[in-house]
């Protein structure tokens, strides 16, 4: 059983920059390729990012992409998701979830197994 526990989410202003941070009970993280979704109020879930097993490879929804950026420490059990000139359209939870490394990277919430209970990030403008 994988437990994902997200942190670093609050309230900042547009144009303000957030760091959130996924640790994960389990063995050996790099078994696992990991993303990253949110969830605005009414709204679906949707993709934010996704990244490899070792960090090789990332993928970026095209509304965050210049701004957000995943990384992971497999050492550590941590994924992280750099959010940078937050507009107030990135108000949302954000989840952690994760799934057995497989050659891509899903974008499609179904694909993953394992779910963290998200974290609320609110932007100002």
């Known amino acids: 059983q994988v437990q994902l526990v997200e942190s670093g989410g609050g309230l900042v202003q547009a144009g303000g920059s957030l760091r959130l941070s996924c640790l994960a009970s389990?063995?050996?993280?790099?078994?696992?390729?990991l993303g990253w979704f949110r969830q605005a109020p009414g709204k679906e879930r949707e993709f934010v990012a996704g990244?490899?097993?070792?960090?090789?490879?990332?993928v970026n929804a095209d509304s965050v992409k210049g701004r957000f950026t995943i990384s992971r420490e497999n050492a550590k059990n941590t994924v992280y998701l750099q959010m940078n000139s937050l507009k107030p359209e990135d108000t949302a939870i954000y989840y952690c979830a994760a799934i057995l490394r497989g050659t891509v990277i899903p974008e499609a919430s179904s694909a993953y197994r394992y779910w963290g209970q998200g974290t609320q990030v609110t932007v100002s403008s």
């Open positions: 389990v063995r050996t993280l790099s078994s696992y390729t």
């Open positions: 990244i490899s097993w070792n960090g090789g490879s990332t």
